[in-house]
């Protein structure tokens, strides 16, 4: 099975990214589905991880976490 990549101009950088996987983090990042990622003040390791994804120009969604609280 043979990958595809592609560049693209993300917020002004030019990045390399998977094309199955372009646009579409979100629906793969249990960040999203996290209860924590949006009330209890938020969560720190999602704010510290997306720091470093805009410091590096870099996107990683989030597959496993032990804190994940699934949003009802």
Same mark, same amino acid.
């Given at each position: 099975m043979s990958k595809s990549y592609e560049q693209y101009e993300h917020h002004g950088v030019i990045v390399w990214v998977d094309s &199955? +996987? !372009? $646009? %579409?983090? #979100? *629906? #793969? %990042? +249990?960040c999203f589905s996290c209860d924590r990622f949006t009330s209890h $003040? $938020? =969560?720190a !390791?999602?704010? &510290? +991880?997306? !720091?470093? =994804?805009v410091e590096n %120009?870099?996107?990683t969604p989030v597959? &496993? =976490?032990? *804190?994940?609280?699934e949003t009802k």
């Open positions: &199955e +996987l !372009k $646009g %579409n983090h #979100r *629906d #793969r %990042n +249990l $003040g $938020g =969560c !390791k999602a704010t &510290e +991880l997306y !720091k470093f =994804c %120009n870099m996107t597959a &496993e =976490c032990p *804190d994940f609280s």
